[in-house]
């Protein structure tokens, strides 16, 4: 079945550790952009990459760094200059990315909720 | 199954129409349900609903949740071009091991001059 898929479903850190959530997509689309939520809000952008080794900053960047190694792959680490890193994490793919000059619906992966004890 | 079902999944209508977008929902763990606007790059979040019946308006965006018919509506009067866009609904669960925001596909609203 095509899909996004992210791990683990929850996660836990310790302060001043990084962690990596994961995130693969096996629908061949080119972008993949990656969200935090906050209880009672909507979505942020993180990071997003339009292309593989390619990869922009989106709204709420700092403490965060991604890759894009493969299509298929794009890790997001929170990093311990991350102030407030306890979220629910989304990750998301779009067969074209923000700048094709086409609308396309983005498709979420299940999530990662991360706490910091 | 989908546990989030938008209709339709694309609209075409004249600027100056009123549109409505329709999302119908699982109950199971449900906590609230969300509407975003997602034009190019992030979703932009319109509206949170939690409670049955209770209508959240913006400008000319409305929404209302139904409680007991499992659905909510968003609601564009005097629609404009710049409305042209996808609009997703999401539904938030928690607990049961369905824990986040499960999306709907999305409708693709075109608005012609």
């Known amino acids: 079945d095509g899909g996004i898929t992210q791990s683990p479903k929850y996660l836990f850190r310790k302060e001043g550790q990084n962690v990596t959530l994961s995130c693969e997509q096996n629908?061949?689309?080119?972008?993949m952009y990656w969200y935090r939520q906050d209880p009672g809000q909507g979505l942020r952008l993180i990071y997003y990459s339009q292309i593989v080794n390619d990869f922009q900053k989106g709204d709420i960047a700092e403490g965060y760094s991604v890759s894009r190694e493969k299509k298929e792959s794009f890790p997001l680490t929170v990093t311990s200059a991350q102030k407030n890193p306890t979220a629910f994490y989304l990750c998301?793919?779009?067969?074209?990315?923000?700048?094709?000059?086409?609308?396309?619906?983005?498709?979420f992966g299940p999530g990662t909720r991360l706490t910091v004890l | 199954e989908d546990k989030v079902v938008q209709s339709p999944l694309s609209l075409v209508v004249h600027e100056g129409d009123t549109v409505t977008l329709n999302c119908s929902y699982e109950v199971t763990n449900f906590r609230s349900l969300l509407w975003y606007k997602q034009e190019k790059k992030a979703p932009t979040f319109l509206f949170m609903l939690t409670s049955s019946g209770i209508e959240k308006k913006s400008g000319r965006l409305s929404s209302i949740l139904d409680k007991k018919e499992l659905f909510s509506i968003l609601n564009i009067t005097a629609t404009q071009t710049g409305d042209s866009a996808i609009y997703l609904c999401?539904?938030?669960?928690?607990?049961?091991?369905?824990?986040?925001?499960?999306f709907g596909k999305g409708t693709h609203l075109i608005i012609q001059p």
């Open positions: 629908l061949n689309h080119d972008a």
């Open positions: 998301a793919s779009s067969i074209d990315g923000p700048l094709s000059g086409s609308l396309d619906t983005q498709y």
């Open positions: 999401a539904g938030m669960y928690s607990g049961g091991g369905a824990d986040g925001l499960t």
